[in-house]
């Protein structure tokens, strides 16, 4: 077993070569968690496999607790933020489903709990295979919910996630999304940096007086009649929509901090002169980027637009940015049996977030890549042609398409 | 007649068989004279415990269109009848759920009815009962309130006398044939129909003005908007508490502020000091920590927070020293400790005295089971002195 | 691991704490015995404490927003949970104070849950927080022997034969429940070597309730105690003979009091007389014919409750802890 070279006490940005868990686990040392729980299920483990050499080697100064199962590996943090503990954890598919009860209640408490899901397809059959759904389960809940592509944006995905949930005009937990072999599994050269300078973009995680502790004696909880839920909700709500500008705050000090400056909802490609562009979210952008590049090669103009945040939803991001074009084809790595159009999970919500527009483009529906089979370049420019030609000939009858998949 | 709204306020668990059983039957006997209904619960209150208040509801119409129309608030903003199946929720009627306290004619609508199965007389029910804004009449089924528990029925004809009583104030819900006719139905005893008639020949009606009646505002709460809610769910803890009445010595606890115990005893505790041996167990074995202790060790029963379940007076080793009496023998819930201190030795053991003996006229009380066969031989008893 | 607060045994009724951190203002059945072991719990484990209350009566029924019956600070926790969140909260507090991120004090974490979230749900997370010796914590676990809060429900200890919602008496099954009450105590003990307290207490031996809460808190490390505590509602008996009922329930053999500390086991209170022949024990059927829950018993039922129980003092190895024969096969 290799040993990891020592972390906690470098001040100075290095390259190291590691994979998205990795990195995740880097961001662990670097915002001094506290607690963080354990539970193995593919692929997101090997972020716990990273965490609990970096405690062995003594890099990361955290309680490390392996627990009996997803659903008490999230009670535990949920419990440990109540007191006043930057926390972190995670799962894949069905084990992400078993925490389930503890996930919902984590975001109704307003505990910021940040999470990796490395996502994976949910059983049955049990595959190992990259799919959306594990994740985007909790798109109703109260939970920020965001995909990163490289293990660089995990690492600094990370970071931000736990200043914007911590801080207390959010107070929300946080899920990474990292797709499960193709990022979980694959190492990078990521720049990580000091540690002074992490200090500096997150503040200590102070929950004032919501903590739990005989100083601050209170009652979390109690339960609920009809005249009272509503209102309780509408706090969630409103701390989601507040979320959405402290996420760009975050991310405008970021580059300022750190020197990479992003968009923080939106990553555009190739858009400027484009008149048709497909959207996805997560890995697919590495096939997608490539294949943009050889098409436009051939004349074509064409971009990709990959969503970064869908918790809170981009919406008018992306309704500046998709009005700009003919036709949006969407890709979801997701499915949702018996939607509308039978599309996936980010192409209704496109489709919602569009709709209030007077100049709306052609959208058409893609499934692809599900149980992590491989979005290749030709099955873009696939995707690619069929948007266009649907836009092309008008047809409305089959809005959603089903990409590789043997007939 | 259009619609009929019956509200059936009662002692949860205690008294939740029989509610239900008179829910059910005013809708079968609705049924005999062509209309239709439905019967339900209010969730609020579910699940029931033991002897907090409690509603049930039947509704009924000439019509499904009709009923539909009643049915669209789902606690009616108004009722023909209420019926009260324990005359010590004529104080009022404090759900488990935060609901505050709602008087108990507070749903009976301008010349509706409400009905109380009491011992008691029409004058002690309306000074206890909140004033409403119109006269509505008043109707005293005479008995015991009838209690048992959540597996063993009390079969002693409460549910078809109320039927029976329930045709007499309310021609237009049903006929006291058609209630003869669904308890033969129904219950399949001629006795029991023998027992709704004579309810229904029974039955006292006094017509309450709007100015009779408790003038007290019953205890209500503010709705706080959301900005106003602290975030994370969370609530202030309840705050340490301290000597006797803010004094060095004894202790009295801080309580919940909010959740009182107006409504949920059927009995009090009524201590003797000068008897009490200071033993403590009455204050260490109450579930809902009642008693404030007093500098000279003596136990208060804080009546705000007594739920009345008897348990002091059973763990009690002088005899007489606690006694559970009758909360309909109370108008106030001021510290028995402080009425000992300001009357003296004499004339506290008067007042002791003499809710003890009115105690007595109540009989003897069962709040559920006691032991096997407990039921059969007290209805017998009854039956026999019927007779 | 962190010290542990200093909690002395409370010699006779006359020195219990006055002190509440559970008070009046919760909305409990008229003599419930579990609001009464909570408050008895939260006076022995006093002011610096934290609790966790998992989903059940003592949740619904305790505590209505925007009101508290809770003094110390209390939060909810799910239904199968008390287990992860006393381990999560204690390990929150380990770390903030080894990092000196807030002040180093000893706190106790009582996490509290009933059968249904503790012997059904809830066991495989308390089994774990048993193992996880870095950590002080108590699992207190009230018994009132059905899934009382959602309307009487059959629960992993609800006893044999007896009328719940799910186990309804009726023409052609009598006895809906035919399983046996688990034997959770006895259970966590054998199976968690390194737990250095395991006890069951009751309602009606309030002294013995209380020691055993600052037994738990002052040994350290996880610690569980099971309280039984009769239910006027799902038993059905009036109310005012709540200690009485608890009195019978061990009076009678069925409920046995014992503690097991640093793996020495310890029968308790009457308990203790009815094993060493000091006292009889009285017949279940004094203890059964007092609630509506067995109404429907014939007298072969109340035989065959009085033979296991009859079995389990006479053959078990150790009464209501170990149900296995007193003979080994080597």
């Given at each position: 077993m290799t040993t990891l070279p020592a972390l906690g006490g470098i001040q100075v940005e290095r390259d190291e070569l590691i994979s998205g868990s990795e990195a995740i686990a880097r961001a662990c040392v670097l915002a001094d968690v506290d607690v963080i729980t354990a539970y193995p299920i593919r692929p997101y483990d090997t972020v716990m496999q990273y965490v609990a050499r970096l405690i062995a080697n003594g890099e990361l100064d955290c309680e490390f607790i392996v627990a009996d199962s997803e659903h008490s590996q999230f009670e535990m943090v949920k419990h440990a933020s109540a007191v006043g503990a930057r926390v972190f954890v995670g799962s894949s598919g069905v084990g992400w489903f078993y925490a389930f009860e503890a996930i919902t209640v984590t975001a109704g408490l307003r505990l910021p709990v940040v999470a990796m899901v490395g996502n994976r397809a949910l059983d049955d059959p049990g595959a190992f295979g990259v799919e959306h759904n594990d994740a985007l389960a909790v798109r109703d809940l109260g939970w920020l919910l965001t995909w990163v592509d490289t293990a660089q944006e995990a690492l600094d995905t990370a970071l931000i996630a736990w200043r914007v949930a911590e801080d207390p005009r959010v107070f929300l937990p946080c899920a990474i999304s990292a797709d499960g072999a193709f990022l979980t599994h694959s190492q990078q050269i990521v720049k990580v940096p000091g540690k002074k300078l992490v200090q500096q973009f997150i503040p200590p995680y102070n929950r004032g007086n919501l903590v739990l502790h005989p100083d601050n004696p209170i009652t979390i909880a109690p339960q609920v009649n009809e005249d009272w839920l509503m209102e309780i909700r509408k706090q969630t709500d409103e701390a989601m929509r507040r979320a959405k500008g402290v996420l760009a705050e975050a991310y405008q000090e970021f580059g300022d901090i750190f020197g990479r400056r992003r968009d923080p909802f939106i990553e555009e490609y190739e858009t400027d002169d484009a008149e048709l562009v497909l959207v996805g979210m997560g890995t697919l952008a590495m096939p997608v980027k490539v294949a943009v590049r050889k098409l436009r090669e051939q004349g074509q103009k064409v971009g990709f637009i990959r969503v970064k945040w869908f918790r809170p939803f981009p919406t008018q991001e992306l309704q500046q940015s998709l009005s700009r074009f003919k036709a949006v084809g969407v890709v979801d790595r997701d499915f949702s049996m018996g939607s509308p159009s039978y599309g996936g999970v980010l192409f209704n919500e496109i489709r919602s977030a569009l709709y209030p527009l007077p100049q709306r483009p052609a959208v058409v529906g893609f499934i692809a890549g599900l149980g992590g089979r491989e979005i290749r370049v030709p099955d873009v420019s696939n995707m690619i042609d069929m948007t266009r030609k649907t836009v092309e000939e008008g047809r409305t009858d089959q809005q959603t398409h089903w990409i590789g998949v043997r007939e | 007649m259009a619609t009929v709204a019956v509200e059936v306020v009662y002692r949860g668990v205690f008294q939740k068989s029989l509610a239900k059983e008179i829910c059910r039957g005013i809708v079968f006997a609705a049924r005999k004279e062509g209309r239709i209904g439905t019967a339900f619960g209010r969730y609020g209150d579910s699940p029931e415990r033991n002897g907090i208040p409690a509603k049930q509801y039947a509704v009924v119409a000439d019509g499904?269109?009709?009923?539909?129309?009643?049915?669209?608030?789902?606690?009616?903003?108004?009722?023909?009848?209420?019926?009260?199946?324990?005359?010590?929720?004529?104080?009022?009627?404090?759900?488990?759920?935060?609901?505050?306290?709602?008087?108990?004619?507070k749903l009976v609508k301008e010349n509706g009815t409400l009905i109380v199965t009491s011992v008691q007389s029409p004058e002690d029910l309306v000074r206890s009962i909140h004033r409403n804004g119109v006269p509505y009449n008043l109707a005293i089924l005479r008995g015991q309130p009838s209690f048992s528990g959540l597996w063993v029925y009390r079969d002693d004809h409460t549910d078809v006398r109320v039927l029976g009583a329930l045709s007499k104030s309310c021609p237009q819900l049903f006929s006291l044939a058609s209630v003869e006719e669904t308890v033969k139905e129904q219950w399949r005893s001629d006795l029991k129909v023998a027992s709704a008639r004579r309810a229904y020949e029974r039955l006292m009606t006094r017509l309450v003005e709007p100015g009779e009646g408790n003038p007290e505002e019953a205890y209500s709460y503010h709705l706080l908007p959301w900005q106003e809610m602290r975030e994370g769910v969370v609530v202030p803890a309840v705050p340490k508490g301290n000597g006797f009445r803010g004094g060095d010595k004894g202790f009295?606890?801080?309580?919940?502020?909010?959740?009182?115990?107006?409504?949920?005893?059927?009995?009090?505790?009524?201590?003797?000091?000068?008897?009490?041996?200071?033993?403590?167990?009455?204050?260490?074995?109450?579930?809902?920590?009642?008693?404030?202790?007093?500098?000279?060790?003596?136990?208060?029963?804080?009546?705000?927070?007594?739920?009345?379940?008897?348990?002091?007076?059973?763990?009690?080793?002088?005899?007489?020293?606690?006694?559970?009496?009758?909360?309909?023998?109370?108008?106030?819930?001021?510290?028995?400790?402080?009425?000992?201190?300001?009357?003296?030795?004499?004339?506290?053991?008067t007042w002791v005295g003499e809710k003890v003996t009115a105690q007595k006229g109540f009989g003897q009380w069962s709040h559920g089971y006691h032991h096997k066969g407990q039921y059969e031989t007290e209805l017998a008893l009854a039956s026999k002195e019927a007779q | 691991m962190t010290t542990l607060q200093s909690l002395s045994q409370i010699r006779g009724v006359k020195n219990v704490p006055w002190d509440e951190y559970y008070t009046s203002g919760h909305r409990t059945c008229q003599g419930c015995e579990s609001a009464l072991a909570l408050r008895l719990m939260a006076k022995a484990a006093g002011p610096r404490t934290i609790v966790l209350g998992s989903t059940g009566c003592m949740y619904v029924a305790n505590t209505t927003y925007y009101t508290t019956p809770w003094v110390v600070p209390w939060m909810h926790t799910q239904l199968g949970s008390a287990g992860s969140a006393a381990t999560g909260t204690a390990a929150g507090l380990k770390a903030l104070m080894r990092k000196e991120k807030i002040k180093e004090e000893p706190i106790n974490v009582i996490a509290v849950c009933g059968d249904g979230g503790g012997a059904d749900m809830g066991l495989s997370a308390i089994s774990a927080a048993l193992t996880q010796t870095e950590y002080n914590l108590l699992i207190f676990l009230y018994d009132n022997e059905s899934y009382a809060n959602t309307d009487i429900q059959v629960s992993g200890t609800s006893p044999w034969g007896a009328n719940t919602t799910f186990s309804p008496p009726g023409r052609v099954h009598r006895i809906m429940n035919r399983r046996w009450k688990k034997n959770v105590a006895g259970m966590l003990a054998t199976g968690h070597p390194e737990c250095r307290y395991v006890a069951t207490t009751c309602t009606s031996y309030p002294l013995d309730l209380q020691n055993k809460v600052r037994k738990a808190l002052t040994t350290g490390g996880p610690t569980f105690i099971h309280t039984l505590d009769p239910c006027p509602k799902g038993w059905d008996y009036d109310p005012r003979y709540s200690h009485e009922l608890g009195e019978l329930a061990v009076e009678t053999g069925m409920w046995v009091l014992y503690e097991v500390q640093d793996s020495k086991l310890t029968l308790n209170g009457p308990s203790k007389a009815l094993a060493n022949g000091t006292k009889q024990r009285k017949p279940v059927e004094e203890y059964l014919m007092r609630q509506g829950r067995f109404a429907h018993f014939t007298p072969e039922d109340t035989s065959y409750v009085q033979r296991k129980i009859d079995d389990m003092w006479t053959k078990w190895w150790v009464p209501g802890v170990i149900p296995f024969q007193n003979e080994v096969v080597t």
């Open positions: - | 499904e269109e009709e009923l539909e129309a009643s049915l669209s608030q789902y606690e009616p903003a108004e009722v023909d009848v209420t019926i009260a199946l324990d005359d010590t929720l004529c104080k009022g009627v404090e759900s488990w759920a935060w609901y505050g306290l709602q008087p108990v004619n009295e606890p801080a309580r919940n502020p909010h959740f009182k115990k107006f409504a949920t005893r059927s009995m009090r505790p009524v201590v003797n000091f000068d008897t009490c041996a200071k033993c403590s167990l009455c204050w260490l074995h109450c579930p809902d920590g009642c008693f404030d202790i007093t500098p000279e060790g003596l136990y208060d029963a804080n009546i705000n927070a007594c739920c009345g379940c008897g348990i002091c007076e059973e763990v009690c080793p002088v005899k007489g020293a606690i006694t559970m009496v009758n909360e309909a023998l109370f108008t106030e819930n001021g510290s028995q400790y402080e009425l000992w201190k300001a009357q003296g030795k004499e004339g506290y053991q | -």
